[in-house]
C-alpha cells in the first residue's frame, strides 16, 4: 500500500516503467555483462512490445590474432516493462570478418 509521498509501505519505491529504448539497451548490455563476464560490443536491436523489451547484444566471446577472426555472439535479452531481466539467451555465434550470424 502506498504512502501519500508514493512510496511502498516498507521502505520501497513504487516500480516505475522502463520507457526509453536507450536506458532499455544499457541495462540488457548490464545484464548480459554480469550474466556471462564478456564485454558488449553493441547493441544491435531494440523492440518494444506489449511486455517489455527485447534487445540483440552484439558481445566477443573469443579474442583471435587477427582481429577479423574473433568470435561474436548476439545474446537476446527479453525485459520487463520495468527493465527487470526475464530471458537472455545467447545466438548462433560467428567470426568477425562473417557477415554476422546465419539464420
Keep these: 500500500m502506498a504512502n501519500d509521498e508514493g512510496r511502498v509501505a ?8 522502463l520507457d526509453g529504448g536507450m536506458l532499455a539497451a544499457r541495462r540488457a548490455a548490464r545484464q548480459v555483462l554480469e550474466l ?5 560490443e553493441n547493441v544491435v536491436s531494440i523492440a ?4 517489455g523489451w527485447q534487445v540483440g547484444v ?18 537476446e535479452v527479453t525485459l520487463d516493462g520495468h527493465g527487470e531481466l526475464i ?3 545467447r ?10 550470424p546465419q539464420e
Excluded: F, K, M
Excluded at 518494444?48 to 511486455?51: E, K, M, N, P, T
Design 10 to 17: 516498507h521502505g520501497r519505491a513504487p516500480r516505475r516503467r
Design 36 to 40: 556471462t563476464g564478456h564485454e558488449p
Design 48 to 51: 518494444r512490445d506489449s511486455d
Design 58 to 75: 552484439e558481445v566477443l566471446e573469443l579474442h583471435r590474432v587477427p582481429e577479423t577472426t574473433d568470435v561474436l555472439a548476439v545474446y
Design 87 to 89: 530471458r537472455c539467451q
Design 91 to 100: 545466438g548462433q555465434r560467428y567470426i568477425r570478418a562473417s557477415a554476422g
